[in-house]
């Protein structure tokens, strides 16, 4: 069993700042890839970016340019920088363990209570 949290959200103006933290009692390299996903009220949960051994990285359109998603092995940590927030932004965020396969990521299920970031216009 993998425990994951996630901390870090916030409520903060558009164009604001935030680095949300997910941390797990599980050795993060031990995972494939890594990712962070997000959820708006009445939508799905969408990818918002993942990383593939720490090197790789991919990011939603959307985000692309404003956040940054990274790890800290000694700390057990994947965190994601997001910058210029908008209101758009705005949703709960859950980071994830898992792999790729045909270059896509898929998560095992296991997933922490979320993060929540809401942007202010």
């Known amino acids: 069993q993998v425990q994951l949290e996630e901390s870090g959200g916030d409520l903060v103006q558009s164009g604001g700042s935030l680095r949300l933290a997910c941390t797990s009692a599980?050795?993060?390299?031990?995972?494939?890839?890594l990712a962070w996903y997000r959820q708006a009220p009445g939508k799905q949960r969408e990818l918002v970016a993942y990383m593939v051994n720490e090197e790789n990285t991919h990011y939603e359109d959307s985000v692309k340019g404003r956040f940054t998603i990274s790890s800290d092995k000694g700390k057990n940590t994947v965190y994601l920088q997001m910058n210029n927030l908008k209101p758009q932004d705005t949703a709960d965020y859950y980071c994830?363990?898992?792999?790729?396969?045909?270059?896509?990521?898929?998560?095992?299920?296991?997933w922490g209570q979320g993060t929540r970031v809401a942007v202010s216009s």
């Open positions: 599980s050795a993060m390299n031990a995972f494939y890839a």
């Open positions: 994830s363990v898992g792999w790729t396969y045909d270059g896509n990521y898929r998560p095992y299920d296991y």
